[in-house]
């Protein structure tokens, strides 16, 4: 059994633990909240895009040539794979199950005969695969950490790497894994093909354009000038969404895991503080056994 200098010493450092981990999951649960407003925030706006883009698709001219980022290929040579994940750990099995999702896709597609490539967003997922067989994009090391508050200029830079690179041909397709935020204990690994945009094809009859109402459009100066503009716009929108999803879901489960731990710090503190009384029960009741034997001793 511990001494009761270890025990003293062992619940002191516990209860230094216990307030490290309140404290971090009381900033977790304020960037949670910012970034669930965020999401809050761009849900009007992307749903007023879907039901433009609805609107669009329903009215034109079913011949009308595909928008490049809309084009798919006749088949799949190569395949680019962008993961999400965080740039910092404590967080439970947020970057292991995004990590896990992200190698079962890659080595699926790889036992068809496609060629994988990964680009990186996360310093933990650069952490795994730098050490790994897979292929690691150039210009995801650019990326590994980013600002959460997702500037224009910086979905813009991203945007254009990938994109660009579509459309020259490097990839036939471009996959997103990310961790898609219901709520704050409930998040999902969502694989979600991002290029070529499908759904959204001219004359196209999704379950969203049945809900909308086909109207006779005049299109200014034209329909292909105006997908030429709204679908950039639409990745870009829809790449916002994913990377916001991601994050909210990291501060989610940094936050839970936080909470377990200050919980489990508070069990081990009552356990240690348990065992220190009996100690100390012990060593009184020997005290007073050693006092009582040495003065029978000196009166016998």
Known sequence: MASLRELRQRIKSVG????????????????LRRAQQRIESARPYTMKMDEILAHLANAVDPD???H??????????????????????????????????????ATEAKNRGIEVSIFIIGRKLMDFFKRRKWEIHPESRNFISIDENLPVTLLQHLMSIITDAYIRFEFDQVDIIYTEFKSA??????????????????????????????????????????????????????????LADSFASEHGGRMGAMHNATKNAGDMIRTL????NKARQTAITKELAEIVGGAEALSG
């Not at 230094?16 to 960037?31: F, L, P």
């Not at 006749?74 to 999702?101: D, M, Y």
């Not at 969203?208 to 030429?228: C, H, M, W």
């Open 68 to 105: 490049p980022l809309m084009e798919p290929r006749k088949e799949i040579k190569k395949l680019l794979i962008i993961g999400v994940a965080s740039n910092k750990g404590l967080c439970g099995s947020f970057n292991a199950n995004v990590i896990r999702k992200i190698e079962l896709h």
């Open 64 to 66: 009308m040539p595909l």
């Open 273 to 276: 503080t348990l065992q220190r």
């Open 185 to 242: 204990i409930v998040h999902k690994i969502v694989i979600r093909q991002f290029l070529p945009i499908i759904g959204l094809e001219p004359g196209s009859d999704s379950d969203t354009r049945k809900s909308s109402k086909t109207q006779g459009y005049i299109f200014e100066p034209d329909a292909v000038s105006l997908f030429n503009v709204l679908i950039p716009k639409y990745a870009r929108v829809v790449l916002f969404r994913m």
């Open 16 to 31: 230094g633990i216990r307030q490290i981990t309140r404290a971090m999951e009381m900033v977790s649960a304020t960037k």
